[in-house]
């Protein structure tokens, strides 16, 4: 409950905080901290430097281009998202998943790029970006550099960023037609969880993109999503098409569920999910 | 003066109306600098990984843990707590009265997080529904009450009735409505 | 001041009303005071070193670095203690005098992840932690055991080498003749397990303690949330080599305590030390994961070979069965848990013949501790798992097979097979009410439409005993030589010296409602109102009443509490009329009590009020007659004490509780057959506590405990690795329930008053672990007949989808009946 001797910093602009990310051995950003002063709490990491991101404004926008696509500033919290009118208006699913996030308080403080760079297991949109293919603005004080989300998880609490590189936004391609379904089975924190987006006409998938979170790195099913392309869009179909998504998993296990379980749960969400894209209006948690 | 060893930053912010200006020791959380260095008793400790909500605040108008947000970072903001709830007189106010009415307190630990909580709902939200208002205070946990009647004081509040027309209408605001 | 009304007023007005509370402005307006919330002059903060280990030898400790960091105080060490004191009381040693020699602090060996090995003082918070990183302790790693029927193995690694086995205490039940029950029944269930796991209410205020050795007087202030510390000082004191007396305890509010919080007493007494080595007074405040690595657990209990001997009719002669419950490595008021399930022992049933071989044993977790429901819980628990698994192997009704066999309204004061004696109730009424409050038929048209659909309906029933007010005479079922029976509560009500009437109590509640609830019996006899009465808040051993008893613990304010209230106020009453009959030279049985005024009946212009009343005796004594002046004190305490004899203790036979408030819960659940995943689809309870004083608070004990047993149901488990680490030692793996988890409960009464009470009043609050039972029934009714069988109390979806997959063969079930052949 008591945080080891650390030092603040509240830079007045970004190349400040790259500044100071750069020259202070053992900095960290900290962003809506509902993740790190946890870890910091817990002594569980040792941080010479909290470089306080939380208000650079060049982190808090959160633009919706023509085209659809979602330009999201890392420091865009969860409460923003949920009720911004025009990400709502592309992003229904999405707004209403942010609106559930953990609590109010969380969502007040909690950050999208926060939960996204923490890659925690339970964190819910690590897999949202690698089933949309988000892409992942990095700056460091000597560049700046794009990452796809498929390549932005690396491990257990582990994320692609190098030392002094600082995630500042995220984009999240137009949804074009298709449609997000997001699920999960939740024992407290969640064990499992799926998100679709799928793309449909006249009662067949034409494209489906499918990622399974809670684990230590979200992964892509595209066994799953070559079954689904093509395929009608009806439960048992689906059913047949996504039993297969919990394949060669290698989920974690904990005092809520067994590694066996999250894996045979993993078939269930991602079913659920692409059905909840279908759907549509069918967004049942 | 912060009596911890490590840096120390100087911070000013409106607390409950009043600006508090003094150095702190970097590394206290919030909920500890209100606590111990400001002597509230409002918001509290119930847990350290940030669940329980018992030391919910408002930070900017929004509630907030303060356990997870260090003191210095409230640099500049506006901070209340349940300390500004009652009138200057010392008179309950709509929502505390209800909760009072209503028996949604007992040990009363949880109670200044919750009552921060259910103001900020009801800002957002003036007329919520049972399961709007469960969602609401979802973030802090109650370990006495079985959140029953803390959900029928916030909802008394927002409809105004109260009596057999508030348990009807909250009767069928939860039938059947899944949970667990 | 007052209004006058002519007519004589004596009906009660207050008692039994839904009255708001006296605690709840203070706490709406964060103007409580909880242990956290205090400070004293030069206090230092305590911080303790706890042992990573779950079983370990401590080979060296060395605390020179944290000594050396700027701010620290003081240190202190379980050798420190060790060479300061005795190792601590035990209540119930064996016969050749061998028992657990456990210290305040660890010593030697430390026996579970969280036992506290060194104890450090700061002057900040800050810095003790700081210097809790740098003690350096050198531990030797030792066998881990953490199943506790395992542990009663002769084989298994002895924790305490001074017991030799790992046997805390075992005694033998045996009431009625099951052997010849299981001989003469038509048929005999027998089931191979049921487990009750581990959980706590996890009371949101962590303990706390704020402690003063002032070595001046030599007294040992103590404000603290420990919620009996009467308690906590008879096993302390002794080993502190100081008087018990020397004590001076006190709280104010305290966040929430279910039981748990009886058990910080040794770290009290670790505080107390630490104060008197520094000279100084020590704060200290545990942290979540401190709570939940060493705050203390509840009982858990494992039940083996079960046997039912059950006839044609469905009727349940009793049972048999092994039971080993795990006290974990020390006995904190253990063993009493051995034998106060025995008040509960056929549970609200006829059950007639019982035999429980009964074993407390001792492993590497955290020591067991009373918990919401203590004891009685497990084994109603059990009794209720019994109940529908006869229902279902044997084909009978579950409600028919309930009504069948529960103890009949006409059936009270009911006298159990151990001597119990259930003082009333209504339990078919109970059960009626209850199933119109889930719709059970409506409940049952669902099960049958859902089947098929991926959504399993279960309907569930738990039928419980929330048994109040203990006799202490129990613990000498374990120990013949213990000095303690019956019970009893103190209160003083006084009318000060300005005129305002106070109320002294002898509890320390948690939330409970005492001084609401106290006000109004004293408003109703004193004829005025309850806001014009002043409880005194908290309890402070230099101010409150109190006996050996006192404290809030086992649902029994209600008849102890407030029976000391009605004695207390009755003596004030009888003085304030014999001061004022002497005033008005009038007969007493003139005198009536109106709104703060003592006057003649039927002449309200002839009034004293209360202040001129205690001018009289205090400051104006002339007036009265010497002998009068000299009695009467205005001061009157009353110590209420229920009638219990001393049980036979060879028999394990007597009366252990005075009232058996009843509570039956009826739930409809749905099942995800993908997932496992459970939810709540209608809950309801029927509580009856005989008379009530203050029926919303009564609604409200109800909540609160069935949300605890929901979420033990469901969602909160204390869960150890093979290696003794605690995986659920924070909320972020605990998960306590929310507002999300607990659906809305139905609630209904009746109300069968207790004859033995005087005020037709029973205590309540615990809740006997109901929604434990129920929710259990109800997975068990989703699964079906010729599935698994819910053998555990604790049921988060990867069990339930396991019992779900389950297909194994019918001898695999772990249930059984052997019928007699050609009988019936």
Known sequence: MLLAAVDYYRPQSLSEALDALDSTPGARALAGGQSLISILKLRATTVELLVDISRLEELRSLDVADDGSVVIGAGVTYDEMATSAPFQTVHPRLSQVAAHTVDAQVRNRGTFGGNLCHNDPINNFPPVAVAMDAVMHVTSKTGSRDIAASDFFTGYFTNALNPGELLTSVTLPPLSGRRLGYQEIAIGEAAARAVALVATSNGNIESASIAIGCLPVPVRRPIVEQALAGASADESTVAEATSSAGDGLEPISDADASADYRQAMASVVARRAVMDAIDGGHNAE | MPNSPGPIQDVEFKLNGDTISRPVSSRQLLIHFLRDELGLRGPKIGCDTGHCGACTVSYNGRTIKSCMMLAVQADGAEIATVESMASETGELNELQESFREHHALQCGYCTSGILMSSKFLLERNPKPNAGEIREGIHGNICRCTGYVNIVKAISAVAHGDSGSDLEERLEKEQAGEVRA | ?824
């Open chain 3, 1 to 824: 001041m007052t209004t006058q009304t002519p007519e004589k007023v004596t009906a009660p007005t207050w008692t039994g009303q839904s009255m708001p509370r006296k605690e709840d402005e203070r706490l709406l307006k964060a103007q409580g005071s909880f242990v956290d919330d205090e400070g004293m002059y030069r206090q230092g903060y305590a911080q303790l070193v706890r042992s990573p280990h779950a079983h370990a030898r401590i080979i060296s400790i060395d605390v020179s670095k944290a000594e050396a960091l700027p701010g620290v105080i003081t240190t202190l060490t379980g050798n420190e203690v060790k060479a300061m004191t005795e190792p601590l009381f035990q209540f119930a040693p064996r016969a050749d005098g061998s028992q657990v020699n456990e210290y305040l602090l660890g010593v030697d060996i430390v026996r579970f992840q969280g036992e506290a090995v060194v104890a450090i003082l700061a002057e900040t918070r800050e810095i003790a932690r700081d210097a809790a990183d740098l003690v350096e302790i050198d531990y030797d790693p030792l066998p881990v055991n953490v199943d506790g029927v395992a542990a009663a193995d002769p084989d298994a690694f002895v924790l305490h080498e001074s017991l030799g086995d790992n046997v805390g205490w075992k005694g033998e039940f045996d009431w009625g003749d099951i052997d010849w029950a299981l001989e003469n029944a038509d048929h005999v269930v027998k089931i191979d397990k049921l487990h009750f796991h581990r959980y706590s209410s996890t009371p949101i205020e962590c303990n706390a303690i704020l402690v003063n050795w002032d070595p001046g007087t030599d007294m040992i202030r103590v404000v603290s949330n420990n919620q009996f510390p009467m308690f906590g000082a008879l096993v302390i004191a002794p080993s502190m080599g100081v008087g018990i007396d020397q004590f001076d305890f006190v709280s104010q509010d305290i966040g929430g305590g279910f039981g748990i919080k009886i058990n910080s007493y040794t770290t009290i007494g670790v505080m107390a030390l630490l104060s008197r080595k520094a000279g100084r007074p020590v704060k200290w405040t545990e942290t979540r994961t401190e709570h939940h690595q060493s705050g203390g657990h509840g009982n858990e209990r494992t039940f083996l070979d079960i046997e039912v001997p059950v006839m044609a009719d469905g009727t349940i002669l009793g049972f048999k069965t092994k039971a080993y419950d795990d006290a974990g490595a020390y006995l904190h008021y253990e063993p009493l848990g051995a034998v106060i399930w025995s008040q509960v022992v056929p549970g609200p049933y006829k059950l007639k013949h019982v035999y429980v071989d009964y074993t407390e044993t001792l492993t590497n977790k955290c020591p067991a501790t009373p918990n919401r429901g203590y004891s009685r819980m497990q084994h109603i628990w059990f009794v209720e798992r019994v109940i529908d698994l006869v229902a279902q192997e044997l084909d009978h009704d579950p409600v028919a097979v309930r009504k069948l066999n529960y103890v009949q309204p006409e059936d009270y004061p009911y006298t159990t097979p151990n001597g119990c004696v259930y003082d009333s109730g209504d339990l078919p009424t109970a059960l009626d009410k209850v199933l119109d409050l889930i719709d059970y038929e409506g409940a049952k048209k669902l099960k049958a439409q859902r089947a098929g659909s991926g959504k399993r309906i279960g309907i569930g029933i738990g039928t419980t005993l929330d048994s109040g007010t203990n006799n202490f005479g129990q613990s000498r079922i374990l120990n013949p030589e213990l000095p303690f029976s019956g019970n009893g509560e103190a209160c003083t009500a006084l009318l000060d010296l300005y005129g305002e009437v106070m109320l002294k109590l002898g509890t320390n509640p948690q939330g409970q409602g005492h001084e609401t609830a106290a006000s109004q019996v004293a408003a109703d006899i004193l004829g005025m109102s309850p806001e014009n009465i002043r409880v005194w808040v908290g309890f402070d051993k230099s101010h409150s009443a109190y006996i050996g008893f006192s404290g809030t613990y086992a649902s029994q304010f209600a008849v102890t509490g407030i029976n000391a209230v009605i004695g207390a106020v009755n003596k004030l009453k009888a003085e304030i009329i014999e001061v004022a009959a002497h005033a008005f030279g009038a007969e007493q049985d003139q005198i009536e009590l109106v709104n703060g005024e003592a006057r003649i009946i039927g002449n309200p212009e002839a009034a004293i009020p209360f202040i001129g009343i205690a001018n009289m005796v205090y400051a104006n004594n002339a007036t009265l007659p010497h002998e009068m002046a000299e009695r009467v004190s205005l001061t009157c305490r009353h110590v209420y004490v229920p009638p219990f004899e001393v049980p036979d203790t060879e028999k394990k036979y007597g009366n252990l509780t005075l009232t058996y408030a009843t509570q039956t819960h009826a739930a409809v659940i749905e099942v995800d057959e993908e997932s496992g995943k459970v939810d709540i689809l209608n809950y309801a309870v029927v509580d009856d506590c005989g008379k009530r004083i203050n029926p919303m608070l009564v609604e409200g004990q109800v909540h609160g405990a069935t949300a605890h047993g929901i979420g033990a149901a469901l969602k909160e488990a204390f869960e150890y690795d093979e290696d003794g680490q605690l995986l659920t030692s924070n909320f972020l793996f605990y998960h306590a329930a929310t507002s999300t988890d607990v659906p809305h409960i139905k609630t209904d009464n009746i109300e069968s008053p207790s004859p033995f009470t005087g005020t037709g009043a029973k205590g309540m609050g615990e809740g006997g672990g109901a929604p434990v039972h129920t929710i259990c029934a109800a997975i068990q009714n989703a699964l079906g007949p010729n599935a698994a069988i819910v053998n555990d109390s604790h049921n988060p979806p990867e069990r339930v989808w396991r019992m779900l997959k389950w297909s194994g063969s019918a001898d695999e079930r772990g249930v059984k009946v052997v019928s007699k052949t050609g009988g019936g």
